[in-house]
């Protein structure tokens, strides 16, 4: 059932009809407030379906969901319609890095290596690439050379810790990095927030993670500079931070929040594909629409000309850009602060 959920999230919701009309704003926004001074550009993707590599619009994606940026300014791409894992350089240039672009199941270099709809990324400061192999139900690790190996997770459906393969998880969605290694997972079908050491020892971290009190249907993840650990809580429609001791709190109230990036400046920034937008808690909580004018389409321009159609994930890179995989045009885009 949580596999057809999130199915239904990522592919449904995906091809609503792009006469769609906006739907209400995000509880709690304060769309009164001046948003920031921003641009939004089209980084890669023609916007048709599609896996070919190339520059900028010559490059083609079919639902990209995770992002992540490393230090050269690169950008990665879970492509998960295309069960691949895209490269794109500061340049525009996109290449794949790994993936045979059909669904299955295969350890191996670049394209030798197989995925199952991969949804999230994080990469750490060796340039190791964990993925989120969602329909393989692991946890996946490319390394700098591109060789791919399974981090953790059986394969089986489960919610076991363990050790490696020794654990399972059930359809995860999102993984981020934590200063000192440690890999954290959104366990979407268990309504788990996993924990995997540098060791590849499994474990489920925080009070309430599966109750009532905890996660519904999470899907985004990200760590913040001071340590906490921000999550998309979609079935709940709220931002929840784990703190260092555990406890969970809820800090916003969006409709249907996925990805999200807590960024080195303090802020948080949030997509909301029911919304066509993204928005931001900024470093004192306020709420804001950062872009995207509601109305579905793929319109570059500043934050309230800017168009989205279904922003899934997002990610930040280390100038402070930010980067949406806007999944329902098939494109990355690409936010200017000014």
């Known amino acids: ?23 209400p704003d995000p509880i709690n926004i304060d769309t009164t407030t001046p948003r920031v001074i921003v641009t939004v550009s089209t980084f890669a993707g023609s916007g048709n379906r599609g896996s070919a590599d190339g520059t900028g619009a010559a490059a083609s994606f079919f639902q990209p969901t995770g992002l992540v940026a490393d230090a050269a300014g690169n950008v990665y791409v879970a492509d998960l319609g295309n069960d691949l894992i895209r490269k794109i350089s500061a340049s525009g240039v996109v290449t794949t890095i790994a993936g045979t672009g059909v669904q299955g199941f295969a350890n191996g270099t670049g394209r030798a290596a197989a995925f199952f709809e991969p949804s999230g990324l994080a990469m750490d400061g060796a340039g190791n690439l964990f993925v989120a192999d969602y329909g393989n139900n692991q946890i ?57 050491s540098p060791a ?22 990200s760590i913040g500079a001071n340590g906490n650990i921000y999550i998309a809580d979609y079935g709940n429609n709220r931002i929840k931070v784990i703190n260092s001791s555990g406890v969970i709190t809820s800090i916003a109230y969006f409709d249907g929040p996925t990805g999200l990036a807590a960024a080195a400046s ?31 389409g793929a319109d570059n321009g500043d934050a309230v000309t800017s168009s989205f159609f279904q922003p899934f994930g997002v990610c930040t890179d280390a100038a402070g850009n930010i980067y949406v995989a806007d999944s329902g045009n098939n494109l990355i885009r690409k936010i200017v602060i000014h």
């Open 1 to 23: 059932m949580k596999r057809i959920l999130f199915l239904l999230l990522i592919t449904t919701l995906l091809v609503t009809s792009c006469a769609k009309k906006k739907g």
């Open 140 to 196: 996946r690790k490319i390394s700098p050379a591109g060789v791919v190996t399974t981090f953790a997770g059986s394969g089986a459906i489960g919610s076991a810790d363990g050790t490696g393969t020794g654990a399972s998880f059930y359809v995860p969605t999102g993984v981020a990095l934590d200063a000192v290694g440690n890999l954290y997972v959104v366990d979407f079908g268990n309504s788990h927030i996993r924990k995997i």
């Open 200 to 221: 590849g020892v499994v474990s489920t971290l925080g009070e309430g993670a599966g109750t009532p009190g905890g996660f519904s249907g999470p899907t985004g993840i």
């Open 266 to 296: 303090g802020n948080i920034y949030v997509a909301l594909p029911g919304l066509n937008q993204v928005a931001q808690i900024n470093s004192i909580g306020a709420l804001s629409v950062f872009a995207g004018t509601g109305d579905p």
